[in-house]
């Protein structure tokens, strides 16, 4: 069956410095492949969109990568700030149309 | 102005009791989603309607029934209410081809 998974469950990062979090998939190729936030109470709000075709894409502070070889993608914040504390849900894009939401990761960024 | 709106916010019934969730968007959006987040935090997709025509439809209890008036609303409502079907529901648009979603802020039901 269809697989996502995020690394962690929370991760710790102190400020200023760069944050990165996993997904892996198994069991399917995406045609692209979503990063999404959302805080406490709140929907998910989209980020950044990388399509299979696509190694890198940035927004800002943000960039992400697609390995489709290794069924990857990594989603990094540089000089993160406490602001970007939340959690970061991984969202593979399937051949027949559905998005499938990862667990997610919690970030903390530390003061 | 709110793009992806959901009333009620909060829902609180006992079981057997049926009831509704609204969503609308204001985005001009063709396509509509429904999505459950249970208490481990899974974002799990339940519905997606385009253009007033449902497109995908998981392995939901059909007490679950989907219905979209026009474009840019998509109501669901829940028959003979469980306690499992406490969860946050969120209902969410995107353009299609595009990709990006963007949801609505949830409603959190709590089944007693």
């Known amino acids: 069956s269809q697989k996502i998974e995020q690394n962690s469950e929370a991760l710790n990062i102190q400020e200023g410095k760069t944050a990165t979090l996993t997904c892996n998939y198994t069991?399917?190729?995406?045609?692209?492949l979503q990063w999404y936030r959302q805080d406490p109470g709140r929907g998910p709000v989209f980020l950044l969109l990388?399509?299979?075709?696509?190694k890198e894409k940035r927004k800002e502070r943000l960039k992400v990568t697609f390995d489709t070889t290794l069924k990857q993608s990594l989603f990094h914040i540089t000089a993160s700030q406490p602001a970007d504390s939340a959690t970061y849900l991984c969202?593979?894009?399937?051949?027949?149309?559905?998005?499938?939401f990862g667990k997610g990761t919690r970030l903390h960024i530390l003061p | 102005d709110t793009a992806v709106s959901q009333t009620p916010k909060y829902l609180v019934t006992q079981m057997g009791n049926d009831k509704s969730i609204k969503c609308e968007q204001n985005?001009?959006?063709?396509?509509m989603y429904w999505y459950k987040q249970d208490s481990k935090k899974f974002l799990k997709i339940m519905f997606s309607?385009?253009?007033?025509?449902?497109?995908i439809n998981e392995t939901v209890p059909n007490r679950f029934s989907p219905k979209s008036p026009d474009k840019a609303h998509l109501n669901l409502h829940i028959n003979s209410l469980e306690l499992g079907d406490s969860a946050v529901y969120f209902c969410?648009?995107?353009?299609?081809?595009?990709?990006?979603?963007?949801f609505g802020p949830g409603t959190r039901l709590t089944v007693t």
């Open positions: 969410a648009s995107t353009r299609q081809g595009s990709g990006e979603q963007y």
């Open positions: 069991n399917y190729s995406p045609a692209y």
């Open positions: 990388i399509r299979e075709n696509e």
């Open positions: 969202a593979p894009k399937t051949r027949d149309d559905k998005i499938i």
């Open positions: 985005l001009g959006h063709d396509t």
């Open positions: 309607y385009n253009n007033k025509e449902l497109i």
